[in-house]
């Protein structure tokens, strides 16, 4: 199953009324966004045309994520007319006022920036915000995550990590690895270490620490080592395979990128390392509707033991057992699918 041409035409198309909110045009407030497109076909973004861009009119899109206490603030790009063109670039201010607002950011506010790429050696463009304005604020969720304390001086302190890809971004020069509830830009001298690997692998990474910047707290991979990255398992292994998973059941809330609730099965492991499947259906309209329906309904009659879990909802009181076909089509895809061939495949006990 083509899941990256197929949801786009399924939910766009047959699915009108859940279309992607905001998938066909950044936010704006009056300058027509431009597209970006580059000129070689293997890099889908022109990032000169984007700082063009931020230079003069600004430009629209969403904050990915905002980590107070690190100073992560990330700000999503999306292509006007395909949802699933995007660029994640992270946002830091010259400016101590604009530094104020952008610390208060939280995951799916609304923004239109104005500034310039920082001219540093840096992997991945940051974006030396001039100017912030909120376009809307995000009123979803009102849960407020405590991020693990510790964690940081626990990574800081040592030089070996076990976790999972978040992004591989410029062809391996970056990777983004997830710990815990936290996340940690790791530069990358030998690209051909991660240029093969997809989000949601579960790696072992030897590291050193890089001190500048002070924060967020940097990693580059110890390319000295004896085996810098380590792949403990590799989630496209066993695409398109019948498995069966059982976990407690997620559910992602609705968002400014999509209009109704995503449901999924959690699994987790000794080393602490999760994975969210989306349990759905693409090509059964009937049974898609259906697993929605099942699970909502189970969700909103124990929705009391519901924990909120960074960007989702965690209910360990419903326990799944789902047999499917799993389902991982791109190495950016930011979770794996479980699809079952019917509603009787999804089994729920109440623990």
């Given at each position: 199953?083509?899941?990256?041409?197929?949801?786009?035409?399924?939910?766009?198309?047959?699915?009108?009324?859940?279309?992607?909110?905001?998938?066909?045009?950044?936010?704006?407030?009056?300058?027509?966004?431009?597209?970006?497109?580059?000129?070689?076909?293997?890099?889908?973004?022109?990032?000169?045309?984007?700082?063009?861009?931020?230079?003069?009119?600004?430009?629209?899109?969403?904050?990915?994520a905002s980590v107070k206490d690190q100073l992560v603030?990330?700000?999503?790009?999306?292509?006007?007319?395909?949802?699933?063109?995007?660029?994640?670039?992270?946002?830091?201010?010259?400016?101590?006022?604009?530094?104020?607002?952008?610390?208060?950011?939280?995951?799916?506010?609304?923004?239109?920036?104005?500034?310039?790429?920082?001219?540093?050696?840096?992997?991945?463009?940051?974006?030396?915000?001039?100017?912030?304005?909120?376009?809307?604020?995000?009123?979803?969720?009102?849960?407020?995550?405590?991020?693990?304390?510790q964690l940081p001086t626990t990574i800081l302190n040592?030089?070996?990590?076990?976790?999972?890809?978040?992004?591989?971004?410029?062809?391996?020069?970056?990777?983004?690895?997830?710990?815990?509830?936290?996340?940690?830009?790791?530069?990358?001298?030998?690209?051909?270490?991660?240029?093969?690997?997809?989000?949601?692998?579960?790696?072992?990474?030897?590291?050193?620490?890089?001190?500048?910047?002070?924060?967020?707290?940097?990693?580059?991979?110890?390319?000295?080592?004896?085996?810098?990255?380590?792949?403990?398992?590799?989630?496209?292994?066993?695409?398109?395979?019948?498995?069966?998973?059982?976990?407690?059941?997620?559910?992602?809330?609705?968002?400014?990128?999509?209009?109704?609730?995503?449901?999924?099965?959690?699994?987790?492991?000794?080393?602490?390392?999760?994975?969210?499947?989306?349990?759905?259906?693409?090509?059964?309209?009937?049974?898609f509707f259906a697993i929605r329906d099942k699970l909502?309904?189970?969700?909103?009659?124990?929705?009391?033991?519901?924990?909120?879990?960074?960007?989702?909802?965690?209910?360990?009181?419903?326990?799944?057992?789902?047999?499917?076909?799993?389902?991982?089509?791109?190495?950016?895809?930011?979770?794996?699918?479980?699809?079952?061939?019917?509603?009787?495949?999804?089994?729920?006990?109440?623990?």
């Amino acid at each position: 199953m083509k899941l990256s041409i197929l949801a786009s035409l399924f939910i766009t198309t047959l699915f009108p009324t859940l279309a992607l909110a905001q998938g066909h045009s950044n936010p704006t407030t009056g300058t027509a966004q431009v597209v970006c497109e580059s000129a070689d076909p293997e890099v889908e973004v022109d990032m000169d045309c984007i700082e063009e861009q931020l230079k003069t009119t600004g430009i629209g899109g969403w904050v990915h994520a905002s980590v107070k206490d690190q100073l992560v603030m990330v700000f999503t790009w999306r292509r006007p007319g395909n949802f699933f063109v995007n660029v994640q670039l992270p946002m830091v201010s010259e400016d101590p006022n604009i530094m104020k607002q952008l610390v208060e950011l939280r995951r799916h506010d609304q923004i239109e920036i104005k500034g310039e790429f920082f001219k540093n050696e840096a992997p991945i463009n940051h974006i030396n915000v001039t100017d912030l304005k909120i376009v809307k604020k995000y009123e979803g969720v009102d849960d407020v995550y405590e991020y693990d304390p510790q964690l940081p001086t626990t990574i800081l302190n040592s030089s070996q990590l076990i976790g999972k890809v978040h992004i591989v971004a410029n062809g391996g020069r970056v990777l983004v690895v997830e710990v815990g509830d936290r996340v940690y830009p790791v530069f990358n001298e030998n690209p051909g270490l991660a240029q093969d690997l997809f989000r949601n692998d579960k790696i072992e990474l030897n590291y050193q620490v890089q001190f500048l910047p002070m924060r967020p707290s940097h990693l580059m991979v110890d390319t000295e080592s004896d085996e810098p990255i380590r792949v403990l398992e590799r989630i496209e292994d066993g695409h398109g395979t019948e498995i069966t998973l059982t976990g407690p059941l997620v559910m992602f809330p609705k968002s400014p990128q999509i209009k109704f609730n995503v449901f999924a099965l959690r699994t987790e492991d000794a080393d602490q390392v999760s994975r969210n499947f989306t349990i759905v259906n693409f090509e059964d309209i009937d049974l898609f509707f259906a697993i929605r329906d099942k699970l909502q309904a189970t969700w909103d009659q124990y929705v009391a033991s519901a924990q909120y879990d960074r960007n989702k909802y965690v209910n360990r009181k419903i326990l799944l057992k789902v047999t499917g076909t799993k389902n991982v089509v791109s190495p950016t895809q930011a979770n794996p699918q479980v699809v079952p061939a019917s509603i009787d495949d999804i089994e729920i006990i109440i623990q």
